[in-house]
């Protein structure tokens, strides 16, 4: 489930059902982008997102991000949680 967010252009696109016209998330990527974030705020615990095999889901290990999960919303973009 999605508490909080790091971003809040993406909390508005998120709460308005990908209907806000934001900076973060690029026109051609809104629907894909609105589904993916859905799947995280039902998803109970992290590899509940596994089933998929198109979100290609990534425990990240190294760097900056350390202990975060990514689902991968096109070869560019990701969306990175804990």
Do not use: W
């Not at 993916?36 to 998929?52: F, G, H, P």
């Amino acid at each position: 489930m999605i508490k909080t967010f790091g971003n809040q252009e993406l909390k508005l696109f998120f709460v308005t059902k990908g209907k806000a016209h934001v900076k973060c998330v690029p026109s051609e990527l809104g629907r894909i982008t609105y589904h993916k974030l859905l799947m995280i705020d039902q998803a109970k615990k992290s590899q509940d997102l596994r089933i998929i095999k198109g979100n290609h889901l990534e425990k990240l290990t190294s760097g900056k991000y350390t202990g975060y999960h990514s689902v991968r919303i096109s070869r560019q973009y990701r969306l990175l949680f804990v």
